[in-house]
């Protein structure tokens, strides 16, 4: 599974949550790329590039609305949607809220 994220701000949110949580990852320094991972790879839009995940997961809250007026920024979320195997999960809000620990 990969989780993406668009910028810093989003980085440091799902690492916080991430570790609040126990859930195991590894960004993309580490990356041993196998089906057979036991952990979230945890990358950036642009890391993303060429790789293939069977499941994505997107916070498409503010990289939705950057997209709506830049580019780059749709490129990059098409890069993203087009990453999962099997499937894509987005999610987005309609006010932006830290994403936090259940």
Same mark, same amino acid.
């Given at each position: ?10 980085? @440091?949110?799902?690492? #916080?949550?991430?570790? @609040?949580?126990? %859930?195991?990852? /590894? ?11 036991? #952990? ?17 997961? /997107?916070?498409?809250? #503010?990289? /939705?609305?950057? $997209?709506? =007026? ?11 949607? =087009? #990453? $999962? =195997?099997?499937?894509? %999960?987005? =999610? ?11």
């Amino acid at each position: 599974m990969a989780v993406l994220y668009w910028d810093a701000q989003e980085s @440091n949110e799902l690492y #916080r949550a991430f570790c @609040n949580i126990g %859930v195991p990852f /590894i960004g993309k320094e580490k990356i041993k790329f196998s089906i057979q991972q036991d #952990r979230v790879s945890f990358l950036s839009y642009y890391s993303c590039k060429g790789l293939e995940f069977p499941l994505v997961g /997107i916070l498409g809250g #503010r990289i /939705i609305e950057q $997209a709506k =007026t830049d580019a780059d920024a749709a490129k990059q979320l098409y890069v993203g949607m =087009t #990453r $999962a =195997t099997s499937l894509l %999960v987005m =999610t987005a809000a309609e006010s932006a809220h830290s994403v936090e620990a259940c």
